[in-house]
């Protein structure tokens, strides 16, 4: 069985700062693309950074320059570095994981969801 924990969000003021790190674990043989998603009130869920097993990252326009995606593959672990933060990155941040249980199973995994919220 395969778990997403996500650790790291809480209340900040404007122009802070937040890390979010998220742990796999459970039977793993490989782990492809991991990332960051978010959901805010009202609103459906948006990619915010993601990171391919090579390295390459994705973002969304409003957080560029303003988030670092990076991983740790010794310890299945990925990072969002989130500086500048502003209200509208107010939102329940998921954790998600392309990773395969064996060599011919691969699917897609999903974290409980941390809170982030940024107050003006």
């Known amino acids: 069985q395969v778990q997403l924990v996500e650790s790291g969000g809480g209340l900040v003021q404007a122009g802070g700062s937040l890390r979010l790190s998220c742990s796999a674990s459970g039977f793993i043989f490989s782990i492809h693309t991991v990332g960051w998603y978010r959901q805010a009130p009202g609103k459906q869920r948006e990619l915010v950074a993601v990171i391919t097993s090579g390295g390459r990252t994705k973002y969304v326009d409003s957080v560029k320059g303003r988030f670092t995606i990076s991983r740790d593959n010794a310890k299945s672990t990925v990072h969002l570095q989130m500086n500048s933060l502003k209200p509208a990155d107010t939102g329940v941040y998921y954790c998600?994981?392309?990773?395969?249980?064996?060599?011919?199973?691969?699917?897609?995994?999903w974290g409980q969801g941390t809170q982030v919220t940024v107050s003006s």
């Open positions: 998600y994981a392309d990773l395969q249980t064996s060599v011919l199973v691969s699917d897609d995994y």
